[in-house]
């Protein structure tokens, strides 16, 4: 069993930045791909960012350039970088991972963008 441990996130100004961190513990052969999805209260978790093995990644279009996706530690740990914060940002920020086919999910950490 994967386990995905996040960091990061908390109270932040609109306008302002914040950066998120997620590594996946031993117990894996090959990453697949990992990222991050956010979810609203009573809402549809959303996907927001995606990262492949050789690098490759995307975004949702209302990200619109704001925020950067990164990896390290060989993959194994997923960095997200987020500027230019709007109060629509806020909500909890999910890491996930796909390894050898199979998809985990980190505990989720709060952002806020609120004055």
């Known amino acids: 069993q994967v386990k995905l441990v996040e960091s990061g996130g908390g109270l932040v100004q609109p306008g302002g930045s914040l950066g998120l961190s997620c590594t996946a513990s031993e117990g894996f052969h090959r990453i697949d791909g990992m990222g991050w999805f956010r979810q609203l209260p009573g809402k549809q978790r959303d996907l927001v960012a995606t990262?492949?093995?050789?690098?490759?990644?995307s975004y949702e279009e209302r990200i619109d350039g704001r925020f950067t996706i990164s990896s390290r530690n060989g993959g194994a740990t997923v960095d997200l970088q987020m500027n230019g914060l709007k109060p629509e940002d806020t909500a909890v920020y999910y890491c996930?991972?796909?390894?050898?086919?199979?998809?985990?999910w980190g505990q989720g950490t709060q952002v806020t963008v609120s004055s």
């Open positions: 996930y991972g796909v390894f050898d086919g199979q998809m985990f």
């Open positions: 990262i492949t093995p050789s690098g490759t990644t």
